[in-house]
């Protein structure tokens, strides 16, 4: 395949024409057809995607599996077909979970291919027509007009005041003037300003432009092919699942062999030998944690939806728990995405603006002291020529402020608006009579109004252009000659403003009389005399200020990743409070002369980063990743996608969000708030040691049943419990238990916590002390009731069998429901955490006790679970472990609440 044209940017239009064989009359059709043999379709291509149903069987290759699946062969053998329909019923619902799951998998890239336009018009053999975008060739010429979605990368050739909306691709949240002329053959993406990009939109104007990338060689396609490449690593709840179940394989293994054993050192039968070992696999598998670890994150999301944020997959939430660090990008998250106007010098003095955003509320000050509008004449003048000088609508919808048009013109209105100034009304007695539209090369633009009965020319611009156009300036005395000590102050003014990062613009007016006809351009020169000086910046969000602090105080560093220029960023990071002196920014060409390892050294300490570009993001994240954090990071655009994906957690927004970064995400932000992602981590790290709770709990329960099956075989020579009741314990009673357990309400001190160590899973030292001390308590119990429970007298050797197994079988549930409320905590016993606090634990534990009693007392259920009805005194045996175990446990927390916390949120030394 050829290669599309290497840096057009720096090409002059006609030089680029030539370069890519291009003409201005367009392609014939004869080149066009070798074009597309050459070239291949204007597409995006996808990642390889697996059948579902391979996505499907993927789900039982895993070795707890292979093990579960031998134990239903050997029952079903040995004609236990119902304890193997049940063992192949599990596994088939743990399948389904996964595969669910699996199914909602990343669709980034079908989001992409929503961004190649469907349509494009092309001029080819003179004509302009509209065709399939897939159809575009390098050389083609693009007609653009506002509106069109780009259909691929472009060198422009002409134009007619053509702005680009590249805010989905390069995070530049104003639509772009382009140009013709060429620039410099290093420029990064956002000074490429005589070049358009493949789904980009035209908001203002015309223009022509010959194709010189398409597809996968396009800016959007390398962003596609980083997506294609991008690996997603597991997180960390997912890398402690996977160790958890290659710690059990062995596990399990192992007491099966012991089991073995121990039976044939009893002189048990080959047959009740291999039973035991099917028993022994049943009980060393938690078949009840991934129902509890689906249940609870599902909760967990519908909770996090009430708080603005939406989880599109479910390990999000632990992950943004264990954050080390948060890249967020500046516009729309950490501030409000709407200039607001902070600053106005006027007649020799300068005033301060409050308010935030396109709401018109706010005051005018002048050194502390308030200003009133109505009472100035000068400030009045001023903001009424801003008001008229502009194309843009302040509107209210739905109790929203907002604006319909540029959003430097929309906060000049807003300012206007806290005087009182509403451009319609003003519009009404002051109708506009001519006007210069704003055009790049000219950096301004005048609008033609009667006033007190003559007319007079408004204009604003660049502070640079209006100046020199300017005879005059407007002084507290009055208009004065625009001399060098003059200019000198304006220009003060001006650096003053632009040095806190406010966008500066002129505001000028010219008595035009009726004999200069309509307004033009050289009438203007040398007449305008300068107003003022007004400064305006997207401010930050007061609610990003205070996330951020208590993202400080939980030991989380947030980074700013910007596509905007590095004095703004640096601004409004020392504002936000992201660094204590932001005097400096990494800049994106910085980067790119930077290998790996030197970025990560740079990523250590810098948090503001500017100018950069869409895979400059990926590198950031890499090298914070290979230092070992847990990065998560926030973005809307396109340019965001390859990050996102790559990220440990990726959070996009909901409102200025695209699709393709949503797709890329694993959380969505619906109120686009930086704020809203500290109630994330805080509930991030709850529902981890929820999980923690109910994995704990799932665990000593697998663990007293193996250690009590050992026991009784070592000891007596037979099994207390069969696989079918081990299999109910596990899945029905026990997880019944353990979902309750993971909705356990957080303590309230979750933010005042470092974040945990990644390394440290869902598993710790202390916490396996804590299951092997507490089960092996339990087993000894169970195992002495199993066989020292009274019996009715006369019953025959399998009556009594059934009967000491029920009593075992019960026992263990029983014992299930009492610890349950121990296990709620490490630390804090059951009269500090509050009897009735976890309401679902106690209904659980009431459908629990009917699902037992039928176990245990419906003769239907007698046959398939091998039970048979118990007395009141067999009953009130069962209450023994579970009672003696609690009462334990209650002291070991009154004496030693810390003795199994080792571990518990860093690594040991």
């Known amino acids: 395949m050829m290669q599309s044209i290497q840096k057009p940017w720096a090409l002059t239009p006609d030089e680029a024409l030539t370069a890519t064989g291009g003409s201005p009359d367009g392609l014939a059709t004869e080149s066009v057809r070798q074009r597309l043999m050459d070239f291949g379709q204007n597409v995006l291509r996808t990642r390889d995607v697996e059948p579902w149903y391979m996505i499907f069987l993927q789900q039982f290759a895993n070795p707890l599996v292979y093990m579960l699946i031998g134990a239903a062969g050997i029952k079903a053998y040995f004609k236990g077909a119902t304890d193997a329909a049940v063992i192949g019923a599990v596994l088939l619902f743990m399948a389904i979970i996964g595969f669910a799951q699996e199914m909602k998998a990343r669709k980034a890239m079908a989001a992409l291919l929503d961004l190649s336009a469907p349509k494009a018009k092309v001029r080819r053999d003179g004509k302009t027509a509209l065709m399939d975008a897939a159809g575009v060739v390098p050389g083609d010429i693009l007609v653009l007009e506002a509106g069109d979605r780009v259909a691929a990368d472009g060198r422009l050739l002409e134009i007619a005041n053509i702005r680009i909306n590249e805010s989905t691709f390069t995070g530049e949240s104003m639509p772009v003037e382009k140009v ?3 620039v410099a053959a290093e420029a990064p993406i956002h000074d490429r300003k005589n070049m358009v990009f493949m789904g980009t939109t035209v908001s203002h104007g015309r223009a022509l432009a010959v194709v010189t990338a398409i597809g996968m060689q396009t800016e959007i396609g390398r962003i596609a092919e980083a997506i294609r490449g991008a690996k997603k690593e597991k997180t960390p709840l997912q890398q402690s699942v ?4 290659n710690a059990l394989i062995w596990v399990v293994a192992g007491a099966c062999v012991m089991l073995a054993v121990a039976g044939l050192l009893h002189d048990m039968a080959l047959v009740d030998v291999m039973l035991l070992a099917v028993a022994a696999a049943v009980s060393g598998i938690p ?11 599902a909760v967990c999301v519908n909770r996090m939806a009430g708080r603005n944020v939406i989880i599109r997959k479910l390990t999000a939430v632990e992950t943004l728990g264990t954050a080390t660090v948060i890249c967020s990008d500046k516009t729309g998250t950490l501030t409000l995405n709407q200039m607001t106007v902070r600053g106005i010098w006027a007649g020799g003095r300068h005033l301060t603006v409050s308010g935030s955003g396109y709401e018109p509320v706010g005051d005018f000050h002048q050194e502390g002291t308030r200003v009133h509008p109505s009472d100035d004449a000068g400030l009045m003048h001023f903001l009424r020529v801003a008001s008229l000088c502009n194309d843009s609508i302040l509107n209210r919808t739905e109790g929203k402020w907002g604006i319909l048009g540029d959003p430097t013109e929309g906060a000049l209105l807003a300012a206007a608006a806290k005087a009182g100034l509403c451009r319609g009304e003003l519009e009404a007695k002051q109708p506009r009579l001519g006007e210069i539209p704003f055009e790049s090369e000219r950096q301004y633009m005048a609008t033609l109004h009667a006033e007190d009965g003559r007319r007079m020319a408004y204009a604003k611009g660049s502070v640079e252009r ?3 156009m300017s005879g005059g300036v407007m002084t507290p005395q009055g208009v004065q000659p625009l001399d060098a000590a003059a200019q000198s102050a304006v220009l003060e003014a001006n650096g003053y403003m632009a040095g806190k990062a406010q966008r500066v613009l002129a505001i000028a007016v010219a008595p035009y009389p009726i004999e200069l006809g309509k307004i033009a351009p050289a009438n203007l020169t040398g007449r305008l005399v300068l107003l003022g000086l007004v400064g305006m910046i997207d401010p930050p969000r007061e609610e990003a200020r205070l996330a951020i602090q208590a993202c400080r105080e939980a030991g989380i560093r947030v980074a700013m990743i910007t596509g905007d220029n590095p004095l703004t960023a640096a601004a409004i990071a020392a ?15 910085e980067i790119e002369a930077m290998n790996d390892d030197q970025l990560l050294v740079q990523s250590r300490t810098r948090n503001v980063y500017a100018r950069i570009e869409p895979l400059h993001k990926l590198r950031i994240v890499n090298a914070l990743k290979r230092d070992g954090h847990v990065a998560a990071m926030t973005g809307d655009g396109v340019n965001d996608a390859p990050a996102l994906d790559a990220a440990d957690i990726g959070v996009a927004m909901g409102i200025t969000g695209t699709d393709v970064a949503k797709e890329a995400a694993d959380m969505v932000l619906a109120d686009d708030n930086f704020a809203s992602i ?12 929820r999980l923690r709770n109910a994995t704990f709990f799932l665990l000593l329960t697998c663990t007293a049943e193996l250690l009590t099956l050992f026991l009784s075989v070592a000891f007596y020579g037979e099994s207390p419990l069969e696989p079918i009741q081990i299999l109910w314990i596990n899945l029905v009673t026990g997880a019944m238990v353990a979902i309750p357990l993971g909705l356990e309400p957080g303590i309230g001190n979750e933010l005042n916590q470092p974040p945990r160590d990644p390394r440290v899973g869902l598993l710790y030292p202390g916490m396996l002390l804590r299951i092997g001390l507490t089960g092996l308590c339990m087993s000894l119990l169970v195992t002495w009731i199993f066989h020292h429970a009274p019996l009715p007298a006369g019953a025959d050797a399998e009556t009594a069998h059934k009967i000491r197994q029920t009593v075992a079988f019960t026992s263990i549930v029983i014992f299930e429901w009492l610890f349950a409320f121990q296990a709620r905590s490490v630390e804090k016993g059951v009269l500090r955490l509050g009897f009735f606090r976890n ?9 629990g006790l009917g699902l037992q009693a039928l176990v245990v007392y419906l003769p239907a259920a007698n046959r398939v679970f091998h039970t048979q009805p118990l007395t009141m005194v067999e009953l009130a045996w069962t209450l023994l472990p579970g009672v003696i175990a609690v009462a334990i446990e209650s002291v070991r927390k009154s004496i030693a609440p810390q003795f199994f916390g080792r571990g518990q949120w860093r690594l040991p030394q």
């Open 180 to 182: 013709t002329h060429p």
């Open 242 to 245: 996977d160790k958890l179940g």
């Open 287 to 297: 078949e009840g944690l991934p129902a509890a670890v689906t249940v609870v994150l």
């Open 466 to 468: 209006l100046l020199a």
């Open 575 to 589: 504002q936000l409070g992201i660094c204590e002196s932001c005097d400096t920014a990494l800049v994106g060409h």
């Open 678 to 689: 500290v109630a994330a981590v805080e509930e991030g790290r709850i529902v981890f040691n």
């Open 839 to 847: 309401p679902w634990l106690l209904v659980c534990m009431m459908i």
